[in-house]
């Protein structure tokens, strides 16, 4: 009986993942502290069925909550449940077939957004080469981001190119991750605009794990 209520144990936080917006609300938070309503109209839900799914994510210890005011913000308990979720996430992109169907359905053609490695960036940025656009809504950015970026979400950027885009630099946007389309977005909008730029091909989460550098918020 120990040894099954033990298993049952590990098994509930898989389970706490068993829902597509509960994964989505672990990817949103991955960038940082969320308020309920903010996550409620990140993933699209409404306030109930986004309470009820963070409360489930709560009771299995993967996120945790506090008052500021009025509002409940949430985080991850630990930068291990962003770790977990990449690891989710990758064994179903090895290893469900569907996963690579849906995802051309949802991110469609990507021929024309080309991409840079992290490791490239890094370089490329220390030696002040490239912009590096955040193009995240904005207290994403706050709670952390690649040190050196300019915030500008996709929905601003048009109003912002010529401000922050310096002539004959090379503009790389990046977002939440490989599957996050805001980035692909912003580097068509900047191509159309007759701007050079690529797409990192992470997010700010694989940015920050893998030791670079970065401007600290508050968050995960």
């Not at 994964?23 to 109930?48: K, T, Y």
């Not at 091909?201 to 918020?217: I, K, N, Q, S, Y």
């Amino acid at each position: 009986m120990a040894k099954d209520a033990l298993f049952d144990a590990f098994a509930s936080v898989a389970q706490a993942l068993g829902s597509g917006r509960r994964a989505e609300i672990v990817d949103v938070l991955a960038q940082g502290e969320r308020s309920v309503d903010e996550v409620a109209s990140e993933i699209g839900q409404s306030l109930a069925n986004t309470s009820h799914h963070l409360r489930v994510l709560a009771h299995a210890g993967l996120v945790r909550s506090r008052r500021e005011g009025a509002r409940v913000v949430y985080r991850l308990a630990s930068e291990r449940v962003a770790e977990l979720w990449a690891a989710v996430r990758d064994v179903a992109v090895r290893h469900v077939a569907e996963v690579s169907v849906l995802s051309a359905e949802y991110l469609g053609d990507r021929g024309d957004v080309e991409q840079v490695s992290a490791e490239e960036l890094a370089e490329r940025l220390a030696r002040g080469e490239v912009v590096v656009l955040d193009v995240r809504p904005e207290p994403e950015y706050r709670a952390g981001h690649i040190a050196g970026a300019r915030s500008a979400p996709v929905d601003e950027l048009e109003t912002q190119i010529d401000e922050i885009v310096r002539p004959h630099t090379e503009v790389i946007a990046y977002c939440r991750g490989p599957y996050c389309v805001y980035a692909d977005d912003a580097v068509r909008i900047l191509r159309a605009r007759g701007v050079r730029a690529r797409r990192l091909d992470v997010g700010f989460p694989e940015w920050r794990r893998a030791g670079l550098p970065v401007a600290a918020g508050r968050g995960v």
